[in-house]
């Protein structure tokens, strides 16, 4: 379960959101003022921060200086103000996003979920590995790895297979895999793609892998 910080020093908001953000199946913690706020996030305990502005003492903006000195966590910065200049003020000092009150708690997850996933694709691609179960992919040498012996895959094989497991569980569309990885245009009855599915899953032994929703969508089975 991921977890999040609130930093914010208004305990009807950060009670609500951390309410709602529970029932999104995130494990949030409160801190209501900047005192331990900079310790708390250098724990790495957190996979994102919601860090207000206009805390007492130490504001946002200092805390969120400070925490860029040595961390890169995702930051979503909370304010009453709503000038341009606040926001260009807030990402240039290292905040991934800017929201401002009153904000709705389902946009404000919806740019959470959106931050987290482009964190873990950069994690992900700085250290050239995806992994899924017994299975390893190395998108720097081009590797299918399960178990730790490697499997020999083609190049479209080995593209379809790491788009699909980049995807997290989300459908990927045959158009998609037609167009960016075959590159066909006119797809609409070639089964191309249902034959490489059909390798990848033998190849790696696992016939469930990759589910095939109504011949038009696939997803890896998580």
Not at 13 to 26: D, G, M, P, T, V
Not at 38 to 47: A, D, Q, T
Not at 206 to 217: A, G, M, S
Request: charged share 30%; net charge negative; proline share 2%.
């Amino acid at each position: 379960m991921q977890k999040i910080l609130i930093i914010e020093d208004d305990i009807w908001i950060s009670n609500s959101l951390k309410l709602y953000l529970e029932n999104s199946s995130f494990d949030v913690e409160i801190e209501g003022s900047w005192t331990y706020a900079v310790e708390k996030i250098l724990s790495w305990k957190y996979e994102l921060i919601i860090l207000d502005v206009n805390l007492p003492g130490k504001d946002g903006i200092m805390i969120c200086q400070e925490v860029r000195k040595t961390s890169q966590i995702p930051i979503i910065m909370l304010t009453a103000k709503n000038s341009e200049l606040d926001k260009v003020i807030g990402l240039e000092i290292g905040a991934d996003d800017y929201v401002s009150k009153p904000f709705s708690p389902r946009e404000l997850l919806a740019r959470i979920n959106s931050i987290l996933r482009r964190s873990l694709q950069n994690y992900k691609e700085e250290n050239h590995l995806l992994k899924f179960e017994d299975i390893e992919i190395d998108t720097q040498k081009i590797q299918v790895i399960k178990n730790g012996k490697e499997i020999p895959f083609t190049k479209n094989e080995f593209e379809i297979l790491k788009k699909i497991i980049e995807e997290d569980g989300n459908m990927v569309e045959r158009e998609t895999l037609m167009k960016d990885i075959i590159g066909y245009e006119n797809y609409a009855f070639d089964r191309t793609i249902d034959t490489h599915i059909k390798n990848i899953r033998k190849k790696l032994e696992n016939k469930d892998i990759i589910l095939t929703i109504r011949w038009q969508w696939y997803r890896l089975n998580k």
